[in-house]
């Protein structure tokens, strides 16, 4: 249980089924969590002007959809995003990370799967401590490291161009960016990078790690359709072959 409603995480439930809104607003709250809802983009957008730690999504929705509300959110915030997908579809996950989310749960679902999942994604961002539950570890904890220019802080989970500016990154592009800088020149498969950025089983038609590498590299690379840094072998997974300066 949070200590006060002031120190209480924050959960913003957008899905325009009322059902689904009151039993994850009941869950939550008997569990000391803090629940807004939302039922459309437009309700959604006005409970933004709290401050919200992770959002839960819908994707099917009318009006505007959870796919597109994602991408407008993600432009402007760097919150949580946990899209909620009417089926186990994997279009559908690839889509949503896509776009910025950085979890899915496909209904239906079960209250602790999703409570499991919103601590990952809090505890992964660094807002608040979450003790009893540990991340599946990428190497050593607050360290600096310093590649080709940039400055990834691994205890902030902060990444700064050699601009001096921060680039913002979704919880799957950090960890992502970690594993991988960590173990420069080592080949990762794409199950392993699952396991030490995602901790979930591995689904051998799963797309998700190549979107997050996707994404990752239009935001580090010069050009991402000739990577420098993080480079793809064939029928294998990815490689970091940036120059690290510790």
Do not use: C
């Not at 325009?16 to 939302?38: K, N, W």
């Not at 080709?148 to 001096?164: A, E, I």
């Not at 080592?186 to 590498?213: C, H, P, S």
């Amino acid at each position: 249980m949070m200590s006060s409603q002031e120190d209480a995480v924050h959960i913003l439930v957008v899905d325009d089924d009322p059902r689904i809104r009151q039993m994850l607003t009941r869950y939550f709250e008997q569990e000391g969590y803090r629940v807004s809802i939302a039922g459309d983009g437009v309700a959604m957008r006005a409970q933004l002007n709290d401050t919200v730690d992770v959002i839960l999504l819908d994707v099917v929705m009318p009006g505007e959809d959870g796919v597109t509300l994602a991408r407008e959110i993600r432009a402007n915030s760097d919150v949580g995003i946990i899209m909620l997908t009417g089926r186990d579809d994997v279009l559908d996950r690839v889509v949503g990370l896509e776009v910025g989310a950085d979890d899915y749960i496909a209904k239906p679902f079960h209250l602790r799967e999703v409570m499991a999942r919103v601590k990952s994604v809090v505890r992964r961002r660094s807002r608040r401590p979450d003790p009893p539950t540990r991340v599946p570890a990428v190497g050593p904890d607050d360290e600096v490291i310093r590649f080709d220019g940039w400055r990834l802080d691994t205890g902030r989970r902060q990444l700064v161009s050699p601009h001096g500016d921060d680039v913002v990154l979704t919880t799957g592009e950090f960890d992502l960016l970690a594993a991988l800088i960590k173990h420069p020149g080592r080949v990762f498969g794409r199950e392993t990078l699952m396991d030490l950025t995602r901790g979930r089983e591995w689904d051998a038609f799963d797309r998700t790690i190549d979107a997050q590498v996707a994404r990752l590299r239009k935001k580090i690379e010069i050009d991402p359709k000739k990577p420098a840094l993080v480079k793809s072998v064939r029928g294998v997974g990815y490689v970091f072959t940036g120059k690290i300066d510790r």
